[in-house]
């Protein structure tokens, strides 16, 4: 799967800051069956009113980069935006069989992002490294804000924090979700 960067933002645009490789940021879209090109487009359109993306949206189909890999996003409140060089937002859908190809993108590019910067591949754990969802982070005061993504999602898709931990571990493989840069 290749990165689309039709929607990236441009130099001018987002921060110019270098996030410190602490975690990597797992999210959710919280737009049922809004497809990542559509995602992507509005966080590139809204940047000068909303100032809230991510560095990638995922889906079943496709991957979007909005943001510059290694400068801070503003998709997970301070000071978390400053300690993630990647961001991650899952597309959700009400279709299983699209819910669950979008979520093995996901976890394979969580994978890759945390490997890219020597990020534990561990999901919320206590250690301050790792892959950590908006929902631990909110928890933990590394941000300001009071989303609970992706946990209002995962569940209903049958994925659990122990499966998401394992997958996160194993990865998939497969023609369908291989990893292009």
Known sequence: MKVNKKYQLADNEGSSQ?????FIVAHSTGTLNGEAW????NMKNGINSSQTYVHLVVDDKSIYRVGAYSYKAWGAG????????IQIELCE????????????HYVNWLRWAAKKYNIPLSLDTNSYRGIKTH???????????NHVDPWHYLPKIGV??????KDLKKGFSGLNIKLTK
């Open 160 to 165: 659990s924090k122990a499966k998401f931990q």
């Open 93 to 104: 859908f009400t279709n299983h069989r699209r819910a669950m190809k979008a979520y093995k």
């Open 78 to 85: 301070e000071p978390a935006n400053s300690l993630a060089p």
């Open 135 to 145: 929902s631990w982070l909110v928890q933990h005061g590394l941000s300001n804000t």
């Open 38 to 41: 559509a995602i992507a487009r």
């Open 18 to 22: 270098l996030a410190q490789p602490r």
